[in-house]
């Protein structure tokens, strides 16, 4: 057989194997979000749903209902990152979040999967020796841990008590003490 001819056999092989898993999805009704999304600039909504269903893994059980209710949104943080990236660079990350879903044995991709799988699948990711793995591994970490921990909801859950600020901006409070920022003195 001419190598030519093998390579050729790989290929029809590999785009045999995306339609099946494609049509599968589509039967069963997999390719649905499972969460409302926020304005898109960056990322597709099957992009946008893999960053949630990693977000969430990452985070723990509470993360899903915290992004449900709107306390949460790391896809806009994860659109942060990107925007502050060369275009190329957001190509490769697109690249990296479809790998991420389509490197995943069975029909669900990554995210049908349970929580436990995808955590092994996330911790695969953050000790790979490729650096597309660990990169699109990074964003999704950062973007998790930044916009997690800036949302108001979660901070007792964290054992934070809020950023502080310098004291003179608070009534009764000598020039210079850091005091808990009080949010009721300015949000109304």
Known sequence: MKRRDL???????????????????WLIGAETPPLPLPTLRFLSER??????????????????A???????????????????????QRDLAATGLHLLEEWTFGLT???????ATQLDILAAWRTSENPL?????????AATTS???????TWDRLGYGGPCVPS???KGRPPGQLAAFEWDEVVP
Do not use: N
């Not at 390579?7 to 599968?24: D, I, Q, R, Y």
């Open 168 to 170: 003179g901006e608070h």
């Open 133 to 141: 793995q660990l990169s699109i591994w990074g964003l999704i970490h």
């Open 47 to 64: 992009q946008a749903s893999i960053v949630v269903a990693a977000a969430c893994a990452m985070v723990g059980p509470q993360a899903e």
């Open 109 to 115: 991709g990554f995210s049908g999967q349970d929580r």
């Open 7 to 25: 390579l050729k056999g790989g290929l029809a092989l590999a785009g045999l194997l995306a339609v099946t898993k494609a049509g599968g999805r």
């Open 147 to 153: 916009s997690y921990g800036k949302a108001r909801v």
């Open 66 to 88: 915290d992004y449900a209710a709107g306390d949460w949104d790391p896809v806009t943080d994860f659109e942060g990152l990107l925007d502050g990236m060369a275009a190329d």
